[in-house]
């Protein structure tokens, strides 16, 4: 497979996660039975505890069981169990700033990561509210990739940012669980 091949599939990997993105069936097929042909199964939902409130971000979410939910100021942090997906929600600005928060956020991670590389969203929606955005591929200061997915959404009064980390090792199910999670995800503000 040639490298722009592989980008291109790890960028398609990270879209599937992104809750700007409509839902994507999670059927596959399998052989091997006693029948001639292929059984599909459906995969399960993944399991996600009751939906959260948070009154400070204006917030609602249902988090995937396992994850861990960590609250600072005006940002919550949502990782799953085995570190390779963080989600991170804030609301750094008043509402209608959205191009300048997007711009701010795009250069910071531009500084804090090596070979970035940001692939513009298409306009799509995070929270249920309209979002701007952009996919980052780029190699933490250790080398390590790391893609992160940017989306940038005005509520009534606060701009907000959604950015979804994913490392390379991320497994299947956990990419299920974020993609739960963003589904459900309501911003109010």
Known sequence: MTSGTTIWLRRAALMAIVGVVIG?????????????????????????????????????????????????????????????????????????????VRDDLLASIRSTYEDVDVNRGRGRQVGGLDAKGAVVSARQPDGDPIRILVAVATGDERTYVVEVFTAPSAKPNRLRQAQALLNSLRLRG
């Open 24 to 100: 994507i069936p999670v059927t596959l097929l399998l052989g091997g039975s006693d029948e001639s042909e292929p059984e599909a199964i459906t995969r399960a939902e993944p399991e996600l505890d009751p939906a959260v409130r948070d009154r400070g971000l204006r917030a609602r979410y249902e988090l995937p069981k396992g994850w861990r939910r960590e609250r600072s100021d005006r940002t919550l942090r949502l990782q799953a169990r085995d570190g390779s997906i963080l989600v991170a929600v804030a609301a750094p600005a008043p509402a209608g700033r959205a191009t300048e």
